[in-house]
């Protein structure tokens, strides 16, 4: 339970009005020598509490005005899901046709070509859309990273930023390291909530130096996070692990070495291969199924309004105000008719 | 007007009475539906090297351009009424990148404010700065979104190469088709810019020969060569563009404002050029009913008779 909060906390100067009641003596009726009167001490304290109500209505009034409410707060519970972390590639070859068919087959039919950058961006809001409870991150990085939609439960914010990762064209120059190691460094400030993960979406790999590579497993190890790296294949038939039929010019591609220092990671990882939209789809859908673990989940809860309690009181108050001077207006006007 | 004691007793039991019945309307009648004008922006924030020069007053104090174009959007996002829709984009070299589409900006304020605090002269992937480009690659990306959003671009309008003023860049599209509004942040002197590295960190000035003087064409033709050299020597330093902001605006069929004061008219500037929609929203008029019965029960309590009005017997 958090403090109240006020919309409009200048209404408080007001408050001084309050007192107004034990200054003014508008109901009150002046006699000539007020020892003539018996003294009676339950009209005491009528008068006292009626004068005690009437601070109280428009206190309660002048605070109803102020806009009393307990601010948004997060609530959290135990939920199915995981962390994310999304290291999207911008680059400009991102920008090419996704699955394109050899240049040597024969069309068949018609097709709609989607460059890679569209079709990762549509497969991942798929993806998030149906992952009620995770917690989501995105880094935006060219040369250099940084961590544009820090780890948030709003899914509205996470899917603004993927939409907003299809649009245009891509940048010259990224640095999958450098990313990489920001994503670790998001989860470090963090405390532990559940499944932590990094998604790597790339159609590229990167060489890494020696001491990059060393950081860069430290960082993991010790934080034990689950690397995933959908590879959008751009070159056909090379994979990324070795096989009988390699080319010779796939030996020292980047993305085979980032493959092969990724698999030196202990923890876990894995890579996906996406040559066509299928491929792609499962991968993401694969993922999708492995990460339900018990995950700690921040839900808001929006601002309430408190008004009503304040309006509740001054209503009570004045009910009690208004009958008494019914009732006393009843009696007055009946001695007033017997002395006239 | 002197009222006698009964009369008192009665007017007060009626008022007291009044205000009690607007207590219950305050309590239980139903919010009224309200039609409020929204629009949906994108913000594009200018990360370019001249943005780092200290020259733009806000409240009195001088910061530097992009600190000021960080807390004037903040304060803008403030100010808009809920439900408006707002993204944010940054440009560098020769084009915007959107970092987030528009979203709800009450809802998502902390997210949205997050984001802003992140965008940075790092993020810049090249080191050059050209303004009508990147105004036309923002437009052709709002006109992907839906709804279209309008363009709020702020920048000082520091081109870098500089253009050859018969030789604009050629913009494609239709203007006012995306809508927006150029904000022109900066004073009216020339003064040093800060220089960044490959890694985005402020290293030193530029210096007088190391930025190009003469737009690339003019550069390359040699029959030229006199009237270039007359050219003043002057683009490693920068000021606010007004000018070139303005042909610019008129170029794409936008508004220009020059270091706006106060993000409430920014804000109407936006409006004006925005196509807005109308959402409704619920409008509780419980302010009303309870401000009236409040000075109702002050009206009891007034002190008639110091200013000659009550009376006493």
């Known amino acids: 339970m958090s403090a109240l909060s006020w919309t409009a906390p200048s209404f408080f100067y007001l408050l ?6 034990w200054l003014i003596h508008n109901q009150s009726k002046t006699i000539v020598w007020s020892k003539l009167l018996p003294v009676d001490p339950l009209s005491y304290w009528i008068n006292l509490l009626l004068k005690s109500l009437a601070s109280l209505i428009i206190i309660s009034l002048l605070l109803a005005l102020a806009g009393p409410y307990i601010p948004e707060q997060t609530v959290e519970r135990y939920g199915e899901g995981a962390e994310f972390v999304v290291l999207l590639d911008r680059s400009r070859s991102m920008d090419e046709i996704f699955a394109r068919p050899p240049l040597n087959t024969l069309r068949t039919e018609r097709q709609r070509f989607k460059s890679k950058r569209v079709v990762s961006t549509d497969y991942l809001l798929e993806f998030v859309e149906g992952r009620p409870d995770d917690r989501f991150g995105y880094v935006y990085f060219s040369t250099q990273s940084v961590e544009i939609l820090p780890l948030t439960y709003n899914k509205d914010a996470i899917l603004a930023t993927i939409r907003a990762g299809g649009l245009g064209k891509g940048i010259s120059k ?3 390291v450098e990313a990489l190691q920001l994503a670790a460094k998001m989860y470090e400030k963090e405390a532990y909530r559940g499944s932590r993960n990094v998604l790597l979406i790339s159609d590229g790999g990167q060489i890494l130096s020696d001491t990059e590579k060393r950081r860069l497993k430290k960082m993991y190890e010790q934080m034990n996070l689950n ?8 070159v056909r038939g090379m994979t990324l692990d070795e096989t009988a039929e390699d080319s010779v010019l796939w030996e020292d591609l980047p993305e085979r070495k980032l493959h092969a220092f990724f698999k030196t990671l202990d923890v876990p990882y894995q890579a996906y291969e996406a040559g066509s939209l299928e491929e792609y789809a499962a991968a993401i859908a694969d993922i999708d199924q492995q990460q339900y673990q018990p995950l700690l989940v921040a839900e808001r809860v929006p601002k309430q309004s408190k008004t009503d309690v304040f309006l509740w009181a001054a209503l009570a108050g004045l009910l009690v105000w208004a009958a008494s001077f019914w009732l006393s207006y009843v009696g007055v006007w009946q001695a007033y008719r017997k002395t006239t | 007007m002197i009222l006698s004691y009964p009369r008192r007793i009665l007017l007060t039991a009626i008022v007291m009475s009044l205000a009690l019945l607007l207590i219950v309307a305050a309590l239980w009648l139903p919010p009224v539906p309200r039609d409020v004008k929204i629009m949906d922006s994108i913000f594009v924030l200018d990360i370019t090297d001249s943005m780092n020069v200290e020259d733009a007053e806000l409240d009195g104090e001088t910061m530097r351009r992009l600190a000021w174009a960080k807390e004037f959007t903040r304060q803008t996002l403030l100010e808009m009424p809920c439900g408006s829709h707002a993204g944010l984009a940054v440009f560098s070299e020769a084009r915007s990148l959107i970092l987030i589409n528009p979203i709800e900006i009450c809802k998502n304020y902390n997210d949205l404010i997050k984001m802003l605090d992140q965008i940075d002269p790092t993020m810049a992937w090249a080191r050059s700065s050209e303004v009508s480009k990147a105004t036309y690659t923002a437009i052709r990306q709002a006109d992907d979104i839906d709804p279209k959003p309008s363009i709020v671009f702020l920048t000082d309008g520091h081109e870098s190469p500089p253009i050859h003023e018969s030789l604009f860049p050629k913009f494609q599209g239709t203007p006012g088709d995306v809508k927006g509004v150029i904000v022109g942040i900066g004073g009216k002197d020339l003064l ?14 530029w210096e007088v020969n190391e930025v190009m003087h003469v737009d690339v064409y003019a550069s390359t033709r040699g029959d030229m060569a006199e009237r270039n050299a007359q050219k003043p020597r002057t683009e490693h330093l920068s000021s606010q563009k007004k000018s070139h902001l303005e042909t610019l605006a008129n170029r794409v069929g936008f508004d220009f404002v020059s270091s706006p004061k106060d993000p409430k008219k920014l804000i109407n500037r936006i409006r004006d050029a925005s196509d807005t929609r109308e959402v409704t929203i619920d409008y509780d008029l419980y302010a009303w009913f309870s401000g009236l019965a409040l000075l109702l029960v002050l009206l009891v309590f007034l002190p ?3 200013i000659g009005l009550g009376d006493d017997n």
């Open chain 1, 16 to 21: 001084p009005l309050a007192l107004l009641p």
């Open chain 1, 174 to 176: 990224t640095d999958i």
């Open chain 1, 227 to 234: 690397l995933y790296w959908i590879y959008l294949r751009s």
């Open chain 2, 192 to 205: 040093p810019i800060p220089k960044t590295n490959e890694q985005g960190e402020i290293e030193g000035f």
């Open chain 2, 304 to 306: 008639y008779r110091w």
